[in-house]
């Protein structure tokens, strides 16, 4: 069932839920000798109070309006019964529903009728502890009503921000694989497009180098599978929660790196200065901007390159050079490598400086600080 439907169920089994306590009341002897026994107006007055109850979500101002001058009319009878439950029922329901100007409003209305009505019959029930009771009993409602909607609408907002929270979490992880996805793609595409392009020129003359060449091609397209794989399987973990994912690339799996790129065509040396533990983030971070730069000086940079990784106190530096020419070779375009380099090192509060080298070729440097302090 809707929930619209049961809410309207609900109000509706609560207005003949008053209407019947009226009519129980209005069917026995009164209990004050100046009450008048119930006639067929007091039947339909205690209708008129109660069953428009039902329709206080949808029409708040109207039933208020109705209900106060039918709760009048019903004090000008002095019948038994009166209908103070219904009229601390709809102050409640009006300020809980329908706004708090409206809720004011409702207990403004209701409060002056239930004085009226208990002012047209003092005899029967106009004494001071009665108006006192009625008019407590009518704040209480308004108050508790106010409450209960200002508990409900910072319920709300609270959960509104937590799914802004988890959206905005979703996006950043989005954006994050989308980084691994072209680190990955990038560096394989270079390594294919490179070693394609020597077994084009190769292949009649010497084929044991160009079968050497599709041999890294197939190496390099088969571990970016893998990679792509991986992060892929990231974002079906939910519908595949058993699903084994391998574990995120590191500067410990730099040497493989360097195997690779070497068997591509690339001269590269490799060097690294002291020894930590980096955190999870930043050690795939630095990889990543290792893969990255070497990428770059296969398909840009001179035939060897030059790599260092320092561990100092609490950071990791990184450099990435090479001795061919800068900036993109003239048949690519530029791409977003640097970019996405640069945003990897800004989430950690690191830096980057990048550009051409005064003797020739281009150099990265990077400084990724963690804050733990290096192993001995």
């Not at 009625?134 to 704040?139: D, G, Q």
């Not at 390594?191 to 084009?200: E, N």
């Amino acid at each position: 069932m809707d929930v619209s439907v049961r809410r309207r169920a609900a109000d509706a089994a609560l207005a003949v839920l008053l209407f019947a306590v009226m009519v129980a009341e209005l069917a026995g002897p009164p209990a004050d000798p100046g009450e008048r026994p119930a006639t067929l107006p007091a039947y339909l007055l205690a209708a008129a109070v109660t069953l428009p109850v039902a329709l206080h979500r949808a029409y708040p101002a109207p039933v208020v309006l109705a209900v106060a001058a039918a709760v009048v009319a019903y004090g000008v009878g002095a019948w038994a019964a009166f209908p103070g439950w219904s009229v601390f029922a709809l102050v409640f329901l009006v300020g809980l529903h329908a706004g708090r100007r409206t809720g004011a409003l409702a207990f403004g209305v209701l409060t002056a009728a239930l004085a009226a009505a208990l002012a047209l019959a003092p005899s029967v029930r106009g004494s001071a502890s009665t108006w006192l009771t009625c008019m407590l009993a009518l704040t209480c409602a308004w108050l508790a009503a106010g409450s209960i909607a200002t508990l409900r609408d910072r319920a709300r907002r609270l959960e509104a921000e937590r799914e802004d929270r988890a959206r905005q979490a979703v996006t950043e992880d989005r954006l994050r694989i989308a980084r691994e996805l072209h680190d990955v793609v990038a560096h394989a595409m270079s390594v294919v497009a490179v070693q394609a392009g020597v077994a084009h020129h190769v292949i009649d003359a010497r084929p044991d180098l160009a079968k050497e060449a599709i041999g890294t091609v197939e190496t390099s397209t088969r571990a970016a599978l893998v990679e792509m794989r991986r992060l892929l399987g990231v974002l079906r973990a939910d519908d595949q929660p058993g699903a084994a994912l391998t574990p995120p690339p590191g500067l410990a799996a730099v040497p493989a790196l360097v195997a690779q790129l070497r068997d591509a065509g690339l001269t590269v040396r490799l060097r690294v200065e002291g020894e930590a533990t980096l955190p999870d983030g930043v050690d795939l971070s630095a990889y990543r901007v290792v893969q990255e730069g070497l990428t770059n000086a296969l398909r840009h940079g001179g035939p060897a390159a030059d790599v260092l990784i320092r561990h100092t106190p609490g950071a990791v530096e990184l450099s990435v050079t090479d001795d061919g020419r800068p900036g993109p070779a003239p048949e690519h375009e530029p791409g977003h490598g640097l970019a996405g380099m640069r945003e990897r090192v800004a989430v950690y509060g690191g830096t980057l400086t990048a550009g051409p080298r005064p003797g020739g070729g281009f150099a990265l440097a990077v400084t990724l600080p963690y804050g733990t302090r290096v192993a001995a």
